[in-house]
C-alpha cells in the first residue's frame, strides 16, 4: 500500500550538503502536505520543513536560509537541500506525507540518518 521512502543521508564534514529525497508509492489522488522532521536523540521530533499543495513553505529558525525543500509531484517526491550543514544537524530525519484519503496525521518513513562531524 502507501509508503514513503527516505534516501541520500550519510556522513558529512561541518560545512557540507546533503540532498535528502522521498520517494511516496501507493494509490494518490494529490499529495496535499509534505514535510520533512527530525529527531536527535532524547529530544523531540521536530519540523525541519513543509510544503502544501499550493507551494507554500516554511522553515524552521535553526535552518531557515541553509535548507530548501522542493517537490516534483508528477514523481510524488519531496527534496530537501541541506548546505552548510551543523554538528547540531545530527538527527533521524523523517518524511511525512498527506494526501486525501489518508489518515489526519498522514504517513512516515522510516526515516535516514544524517550526522555531521569532522
Known amino acids: 500500500q502507501v509508503q514513503l521512502v527516505e534516501s541520500g543521508g550519510g556522513l558529512v564534514q561541518p560545512g557540507g550538503s546533503l540532498r535528502l529525497s522521498c520517494v511516496v508509492s501507493?494509490?494518490?489522488?494529490?499529495?496535499?502536505?509534505m514535510g520533512w522532521y527530525r529527531q536527535a536523540p532524547g529530544k523531540e521530533r521536530e519540523l525541519v520543513a513543509a510544503i502544501t499543495s499550493g507551494g507554500r513553505k516554511n522553515y524552521a529558525d535553526s535552518v531557515n536560509g541553509r535548507f530548501t525543500i522542493s517537490r516534483d509531484n508528477a514523481k510524488n517526491t519531496v527534496y530537501l537541500q541541506m548546505n552548510s550543514l551543523k554538528p547540531e544537524d545530527t538527527a533521524v530525519y523523517y518524511c511525512n506525507g498527506k494526501a486525501f484519503g489518508w489518515p489526519p496525521e498522514g504517513y512516515w518513513g522510516q526515516g535516514t540518518q544524517v550526522t555531521v562531524s569532522s
Open positions: 501507493g494509490s494518490i489522488f494529490r499529495i496535499t502536505a
